[in-house]
């Protein structure tokens, strides 16, 4: 869109956005069940899911 958009200026940028965003989805997709599991737990021993 950047580039139909006459916004060229900007795709270096949004690129490198779209590359964090895609790391960072396929992390949470990947600790996921480990990280809910590890709330629950928390939760059903009374403690709270915060650090």
């Known amino acids: ?3 139909a ?3 060229t200026n900007a795709v270096a940028l ?3 956005s779209l590359g964090e965003e895609q790391r960072m ?3 949470v997709d990947e600790n996921n069940s480990k990280l809910t599991l590890q709330y629950l737990e928390r939760r059903s021993a009374g ?3 915060s650090h």
Do not use: K, V
Request: net charge negative; proline share 0%.
């Open 1 to 3: 869109m950047a580039d």
């Open 5 to 7: 958009g006459s916004f």
């Open 14 to 16: 949004l690129q490198q």
């Open 25 to 27: 989805a396929a992390w």
């Open 47 to 49: 403690e709270t899911a």
